[in-house]
């Protein structure tokens, strides 16, 4: 069992990179020893991952994650390679199947047979990062490289999917080392999430997969203002179907209802119920609701769950 955090640039940084690098060496300091960094439209969350790496050698680093529209595996793998390489083996890549509003609207690319895509992308990365080369001629993806796409001293990189729904949890266990699900209560988790993948990975012949089970929490005394900005963080993901089905069948009726905010108690037992349901992983998102002092207070708690695992 682990614990990590994800970590993202501050609002109003001067430098987006020197102060992840800054977090992460704080978050270091805590205890905490794996961290994580979601892609948006402005930084790359593999290239900062890479930094973080090097910069802060205590810590483990992930992507969660990079989603496939507008993106060849070809590239994402010789990225991951490269973090690989970089940071000594400790990265982690986070692929996820992305939103139909983030794809055609923003990419000009469809978002039509989404898991078809995915089993076609985690195909040429797994060969690229097993065989050093690929040559897949798929009904969506052509992945043919004419000369080697090894990277030298990057072992193969684990990866994780974010996968929820059957059929993504089907592909992640066959062809992936996991699922990092966001916003999947512990209910879910036992019930619907870890059979459906440890099954399908049990068939493939893999080994157990790996549940990386992102979840909103702080631990913060301002409970009003924690509630108020993680309502408004999650809000999107109401909006998306695929969300909408995971956090029903967690037991709530909206995303921030899933978020955990109170004190050092009431966050380690909740921390403590994915892991009861079966995540290998717990990464606390969110952590910076409130400020600085309380993310310091959150990553504290981590450091000391960790050291007591």
């Known amino acids: 069992m682990r614990l990590g955090t994800a970590i993202a640039p501050a609002a109003g940084a001067v430098n987006a990179v020197d102060d992840v690098v800054g977090q992460a060496r704080r978050a ?51 990225q991951a390679q490269t973090a690989q390489a970089a940071t000594g083996g400790r990265f982690a ?35 690229v990062f097993e065989t050093g080369t690929a040559a897949f001629e798929g009904e969506l993806i052509t992945a043919k490289p004419p000369m080697p796409a090894k990277v030298a001293g990057a072992n193969p990189v684990p990866v994780v999917v974010a996968a929820m729904g059957p059929q993504a949890l089907r592909a992640a266990g066959e062809l992936a080392d996991g699922t990092l699900p966001f916003l999947a209560g512990p209910k879910a988790l036992a019930n619907h999430i870890v059979p459906a993948i440890s099954k399908a990975a049990e068939a493939a012949g893999r080994p157990a997969p790996r549940i990386v089970a992102a979840l909103p929490a702080v631990v913060t005394d301002d409970l009003e203002t924690a509630r108020r900005r993680v309502a408004e963080q999650t809000g999107f993901y109401d909006t998306i179907p695929s969300y909408q089905r995971i956090v029903a069948l967690s037991g709530a009726s909206k995303a921030a209802d899933l978020a955990v905010v109170g004190d050092e108690e009431l966050v380690a037992a909740e921390i403590r119920r994915y892991f009861d349901a079966g995540a290998t992983e717990v990464v606390v998102t969110q952590s910076d609701l409130v400020g600085t002092t309380d993310q310091l207070r959150t990553w504290r708690l981590l450091g000391e769950l960790t050291r007591n695992l």
């Open 93 to 127: 890549l986070g692929l996820g199947l992305g939103a139909a509003q983030f794809a055609e609207p923003v990419f000009g690319t469809p978002h039509d047979r989404p898991i078809a895509r995915l089993r076609e992308f985690l195909t040429v990365v797994r060969s």
């Open 28 to 78: 270091a300091a805590a205890g905490v020893r794996s961290t994580w960094f979601g892609q948006v439209f402005s930084y790359d969350a593999i290239t900062l991952a890479t930094v973080v790496g090097r910069a802060v050698p205590e810590v483990s680093v992930g992507v969660s994650v990079v989603p496939l529209a507008g993106r060849h595996p070809l590239l994402v793998a010789s």
